[in-house]
C-alpha cells in the first residue's frame, strides 16, 4: 500500500481522513458565495476544497449548449454554462484567500485546457471526474504534470476503472469509491465496494457522496475510506442542480467533527486492557 501525500497531508489507511469539501458549481457563478464557503469549509475543519472547471466550448456540443434552459443567466444552456464558470480573476482570489486560510484547494478539470489553466495556481493534487474516467487523452495530460490524482469511479464498470487505472499508474492515485445520482439513494450506495477496492487496487480509497445525510458517509469511514468528499452549500434551498445533495454549514461541521470521533473510535485493531479498565476488573473479576 503506498500512502498519497497532498501538500503536507498524508492519505492513507493509517492517517487521519483527508476531508474535501466540494465548493463545484455551488457558488453559483457569484465569487462573493465562493469565499464563504471556503470560510464555512476552514471553519468546520475540512482539510481541502474543491472547485470544478470547464472549456465550455471543449466539454458540450453547440447544440447542447443552445437548448433551451432557463436561469439566472437566461434561457440557453450556453448562458447557463458560462455564467457558471469562474476565470483567471476569480480563481486568483480564490487562491490567495484558501492561502490565507492554509487550506488545499484544487478543481476537477474536465478538458486539457483546463488542467493547463488551474496549472498555473499550483495545486497540490488533481481531481478527476467520474465522467471523465474513460476520456484517456485527458487522463494522461493531468500525468503530464506529475502531481496526485484523485479519480472517482462512479457509474464505471470495473473493466473501466481497471483500464483507468493502467493509464494513469498507482503512483499518487486515490480511486473515490463513488455513485453518480444525485441525490444517490442508500441502496444504491454499496459501501462494501470501498473494501473490495482496497483490496483490489491496494491504493487509497477514499468515498466521494451524493446522498442527502450524513449517516452513510460516517460508515464509509468505518468501511475504511481514506479520504471524503461531500459537496457543501450556503443552503439547500438555493437554485442549482447540486445543491439538493449538499451539505450545510451546521451538518458540514457535525460530519468533521463525527469523523474525528470513529478515527478515534476505530483504534489499531490491537486487542488490550486499558489503564481506565484495570480498576474495575479488580473490583469485578472473582478469579
Not at 469511479?153 to 492515485?173: C, F, R, Y
Request: proline share 3%.
Amino acid at each position: 500500500m503506498n500512502n498519497v501525500k497532498i501538500n503536507k497531508k498524508v492519505v492513507g489507511p493509517s492517517h487521519p481522513v483527508y476531508v474535501i469539501a466540494e465548493i463545484g458549481i455551488n457558488h453559483n457563478g457569484d465569487l462573493n458565495i465562493a469565499k464563504q464557503l471556503i470560510d464555512v469549509a476552514v471553519e468546520c475543519g475540512c482539510d481541502a476544497i474543491k472547485f470544478q472547471k470547464r472549456t465550455i466550448s471543449t466539454v458540450y456540443t453547440s447544440d447542447e449548449l443552445d437548448k433551451y434552459r432557463e436561469s439566472v443567466f437566461g434561457t440557453t444552456n450556453r448562458q447557463l454554462k458560462e455564467g457558471l464558470e469562474f476565470g483567471e480573476e476569480e480563481f486568483a482570489e480564490i487562491a490567495e484567500h484558501a492561502r490565507g486560510l492554509a487550506i488545499d484547494w484544487f478543481a476537477s478539470c474536465w478538458d486539457e485546457q483546463s488542467v493547463d489553466f488551474i496549472e498555473q495556481f499550483d495545486p497540490p493534487c488533481y481531481k478527476i471526474a467520474s465522467a471523465s474516467l474513460t476520456d484517456d487523452k485527458l487522463l494522461c495530460h493531468h500525468r503530464k504534470y506529475g502531481r496526485p490524482i484523485i479519480l472517482s469511479t462512479g457509474m464505471s464498470t470495473l473493466e473501466e476503472i481497471n483500464h483507468a487505472v493502467n493509464v494513469l499508474g498507482k503512483d499518487d492515485l486515490i480511486l473515490m469509491h463513488c455513485t453518480s445520482t444525485y441525490p444517490s439513494q442508500p441502496d444504491e450506495l454499496n459501501l462494501r465496494v470501498i473494501e473490495f477496492l482496497q483490496d483490489h487496487y491496494a491504493v487509497p480509497i477514499g468515498y466521494s457522496g451524493h446522498e442527502t445525510g450524513l449517516v452513510t458517509t460516517i460508515a464509509a469511514v468505518v468501511k475504511g475510506a481514506s479520504c471524503v468528499e461531500r459537496h457543501i452549500t450556503l443552503d439547500r434551498s438555493l437554485w442549482g442542480s447540486d445543491q439538493a445533495a449538499s451539505v450545510e454549514p451546521l451538518g458540514l461541521k457535525r460530519l468533521v467533527r463525527d469523523i474525528r470521533v470513529i478515527e478515534r473510535a476505530l483504534g489499531d485493531g490491537n486487542k488490550r486492557v486499558y489503564e481506565s479498565e484495570l480498576p474495575i476488573k479488580e473490583k469485578l473479576r472473582r478469579i
